[in-house]
């Protein structure tokens, strides 16, 4: 472990995303020097002003290999949380470019500048799902199913060129996040499933999934961020719930109904259609779509055994709280009680 005077300087892609503004704070709290790509025109979000003005903001790009070994020069570690998710089908060409490609230029370039350090963000959906009731711990490995999405598909290939960079000697460890839940923008990334509490989406299901607070990753990558673990994998995951429990959950901080209606798998086909063509008229991406439709029936638990061993001192905020927490500072936004930079 290193003293917080001998911190370095890290790089942080994805850094005006979801999750990387909370890797961003948290560093920041640690006293790391931290420098962070974003995308022209892109603005930070969700975090306090105070902390965005200790970072180095440079624009760029995973996909620009030029743009990432300006980045990188000085840099003594990476955490690369730059990732496309959707369920979209018209997402599919940009999601394979950033997490794939956009992985094996940052693999590429950290061995070329001998980072000493890579955290590199994947997911659970990257070791697989069957869907039949299993708990995956960190041994699972990739089967094909028809549980996987493209999304999972894309995290899975994205890792194996991480893999290929700890077997040519660069110091990185992966984090496989279930799905993250925090305040953020609800029009995009999991924090759409608050938006749809509060719009009290009708259906439910009884499909079993896991789930982590945003701050927990954030606290848990810069832990790892600042040891000295090589070439492990470690799941992120704060409670295994069903999806009926969290939107009831949900729907209860908010004030609003719950889900009223159980989406059998013939339901499910009905409301995801509904819901793609009032995304059309809408143009905000819908939370249900034919693949997120077949996750919400499949039945998954994830062991956070692993992580838990490797750093004593770190715990999970229980999902009930970090849900409550949630919905009261997405109130306080809609109230207009909350600012942001």
Known sequence: MHNQKDKGRVLVTGGTGFLGAYIIRELVAGGWAVRAIRRANTQPAFIPATVWENVEWVNGDVLDPVGLEEAMEGVDAVVHSAAKLSFSRGD???????????????????????????????????????????TVNEKKSWEESKWNTRYAASKFRGEIEVWRGIGEGLPAVIVNPSTILGFGDWNHSSCT???SAWQEFPWYTEGVNGFVDVRDVACAIVALLDCDVVGERYIL???????????????????????????????????????????????????????????????????NSKILAALPEFQFTPLE????????????????????P
């Open 92 to 134: 599919r060409r940009e999601m394979v470019h950033t997490n794939i490609e956009g992985t094996a230029n940052v693999v590429n370039m950290a061995l070329e500048q001998n980072i000493r350090r890579l955290v590199h963000v994947s997911s659970v959906a990257a070791l697989g799902r069957t869907g039949n009731g299993e």
């Open 193 to 195: 499933l608050f938006r």
């Open 321 to 340: 709280r970090t849900i409550k927490l949630a919905c009261a500072d997405y109130l306080s936004y809609l109230n207009g009680t909350k600012q942001y």
């Open 237 to 303: 995951n704060g409670d295994n719930w069903s999806f009926r429990r969290l939107f009831e959950t949900m729907a209860s901080a908010f004030g609003k109904r719950p889900p009223s209606r159980e989406a059998t798998p013939l339901l499910a086909g009905i409301a995801w259609r509904r819901e793609s063509l009032k995304s059309l008229f809408s143009g905000r991406p819908s939370i249900l779509t034919r693949e997120s439709a077949r996750i919400a029936q499949s039945l998954t638990y994830f062991d």
